[in-house]
């Protein structure tokens, strides 16, 4: 199909033109200005076309429909920043759902299951907790029963963190304690979909250690606090400092103060001022992390 001009697909679907002009196209013209508005980054442009998705889904085949779902949901999901900013990430979660279903339907489980993941943590983002859960808890079903371990570590992750945060620490600390277990074994993964981790062993320690010292798991500790304290100055030293390692040290600081050993505990602390110290800017960053 031919390519559209940027300035073509805008006069098309700019709303001084109005829908009805939308509506007049052809499916192949739609196609087009869908085409040329992605390649532009046009965002409000390809929303404008959205009127014409259920005509063009009942025109392809599967494999199509599915791209077009993911091109409307990047869509709303790329708009930031505006007062229906929440309309659009709740119009986003219903195209992933109708993505999930197709992919189901097309024998596509890894990539189900990502997006299920990728539909929890856009519903987190939106403070929908409970939901966000349910779709953590179905590609957990469906990784396990696939053998998709970066799927169920990610779904693991997306279950401890919520547990977490509403403070139902002991099922928080059971997920966290499954995802560790399936790193390893996952390959390259990001936990998160707007997260890009180097090592994701840092985020799911970090979170998991919060959870044990919140049930006083001092024995289990006492390994992942040294664990967390190599991986965190491994980061380091591959990158400068980071804040993983001032909250290593944190960590070590706690655990050696819940067993009596003072001393030990008071040296962590100064070496982690020291450090603060040093890192002044990236500390001011992530202050919000340490309060």
């Not at 997260?195 to 798991?217: C, M, Q, W, Y």
């Not at 400092?241 to 003072?262: K, N, V």
Request: charged share 30%.
């Amino acid at each position: 199909m031919p390519d559209r001009c940027v300035e073509e697909v805008k006069k098309t679907c700019s709303s001084t033109s109005g829908p009805s002009l939308v509506q007049t196209l052809s499916l192949e013209d739609v196609v087009g200005k869908l085409n040329a508005a992605t390649a532009a980054g046009d965002w409000h442009g390809l929303l404008a076309l959205e009127g014409r998705m259920e005509e063009l889904l009942e025109a392809v085949p599967d494999n199509i429909c599915e791209q077009v779902l993911r091109t409307f949901a990047n869509a709303h999901s790329m708009i930031h920043g505006n007062a229906d900013s929440t309309d659009h990430a709740l119009s986003a979660a219903r195209l992933l759902e109708r993505r999930v279903n197709l992919l189901g339907k097309l024998d596509r489980f890894r990539e189900q299951g990502e997006l299920l993941c990728d539909l929890g943590d856009t519903l987190v983002s939106r403070g929908m907790q409970d939901n966000a859960a349910k779709q953590y808890e179905l590609a957990f079903r469906m990784a396990t029963t696939r053998g998709l371990f970066s799927v169920e570590c990610r779904a693991c992750y997306g279950l401890g963190w919520i547990r977490v945060k509403e403070r139902r620490y002991e099922e928080g600390v059971e997920q966290l304690r499954n995802a560790l277990a399936c790193l390893p074994i996952s390959g390259s993964i990001s936990l998160h979909r707007e997260l890009t981790d180097s090592r994701p062993e840092l985020r799911v320690l970090n979170l998991f250690i919060k959870g044990l010292f919140a049930v006083n798991a001092l024995d289990e500790l006492e390994t992942l606090v040294p664990r967390y304290r190599e991986a965190a100055k491994a980061q380091s030293r591959g990158g400068g400092r980071s804040w993983s390692e001032c909250d290593s040290l944190l960590a070590t600081a706690r655990l050696h103060e819940a067993r009596g050993r003072p001393e030990e505990a008071g040296r962590e602390v100064r070496v982690m001022l020291d450090l603060l110290r040093e890192n002044r800017a990236a500390v001011h960053e992530r202050a919000g992390f340490f309060l």
